[in-house]
């Protein structure tokens, strides 16, 4: 297991031994001969080209990368965070609201780990705050390979794992060191919407667990003097129509089994997207009651919104 110092000089990579970073790596490249890197455990060889739920083989698809302004705003910084879209995705959200990356409907650029390390690099020099996965989850191969290859050419952002929720604790323990600063979705707050709108029938039971594992691992979101977070957690709530989200179960559960502390980001801005039409709870955008209620179950909460 990855040894923290007491005191954290930089990112936590930069605190690994390359020889421990590469035994982290191949393990990554080991569990691609039968997928077992979420929840859903497909068990598929994707060196041999087959797909689970994600869809995708061993190959690294791309979708796009540079600034992005549209963050928290203690991601954002003055040069924005540094956020590479990966193509798919191990949820199937029927409102998801990029859907065409993470179903895969984009037009597809196959990358290598040598031009995703350099990706991160040249974010850096453009003078990003951070480097920011998005969808990250099918990838973490090929990702933490072009972590470690970066980090010998001197990359030093943090970085940052935006994912959907839905991740596998042995998963994010591998993982742990890699990370600076997770910030997942909390989507549900039972199970059963999970397997209605995201086609993951355990999302709540595994995001508790993930949670858990997250917040063991980098802690409450520490904010610097500058205003950027430098690592911790922090978590995403996007508040659906007719109360889908459960933001009442959700805000207990972090509060209760995660951190007091935590920093989470109620957010109001869903739109029908994808296939949200066939669901007629989906088909609306929220009220001002709905997001009323929503952050009110944060705030009595006690944690931290932001």
């Not at 790596?25 to 080991?30: E, K, L």
């Not at 597809?108 to 390390?117: H, K, Q």
């Not at 935006?162 to 910030?183: A, H, P």
Request: charged share 25%.
């Amino acid at each position: 297991m990855f040894k923290r110092g007491k005191k954290q000089a930089g990112p936590f990579y930069l605190q690994m031994s390359p020889q421990e970073r590469s035994e982290r790596i191949s393990r990554f490249y080991r569990i691609l001969n039968s997928c077992t890197i979420c929840p859903h455990r497909c068990q598929v060889n994707r060196l041999q080209g087959e797909t689970g739920q994600c869809r995708v083989t061993a190959d690294l698809y791309i979708s796009s990368a540079g600034p992005h302004f549209g963050e928290e705003q203690e991601l954002v910084g003055r040069g924005g965070s540094g956020t590479i879209f990966f193509t798919n995705c191990n949820l199937s959200c029927v409102y998801c609201q990029n859907w065409t990356i993470s179903q895969g409907l984009e037009t597809e650029r196959v990358s290598t780990i040598e031009e995703l390390a350099a990706t991160m690099l040249r974010l850096e020099a453009g003078g990003c705050s951070n480097i920011n996965l998005v969808s990250p989850t099918p990838y973490l191969y090929q990702i933490t390979a072009a972590i470690d290859r970066a980090a010998r050419d001197g990359l030093s952002l943090p970085i940052v794992y935006n994912c959907g929720g839905y991740e596998s604790v042995q998963t994010l323990r591998t993982l742990e060191g890699f990370i600076d600063i997770y910030m997942p979705d909390a989507k549900y707050g039972s199970d059963r919407e999970g397997e209605i709108y995201s086609g993951a029938a355990d999302y709540f039971t595994r995001l508790r667990e993930g949670l858990k594992e997250m917040q063991h691992q980098v802690g409450d979101l520490k904010v610097e003097s500058d205003g950027l977070a430098s690592r911790g957690l922090l978590v995403r709530h996007l508040i659906l129509p007719e109360d889908l989200s459960g933001s009442e179960n959700v805000a207990r559960m972090i509060r209760e089994e995660v951190s007091a502390n935590c920093a989470v980001n109620v957010m109001g801005q869903y739109y029908p997207a994808h296939r949200a039409s066939e669901y007629p709870p989906l088909k609306r955008r929220i009220t001002a009651r709905e997001f009323n209620y929503a952050r009110e179950a944060f705030r009595e909460a006690g944690l931290r919104l932001l």
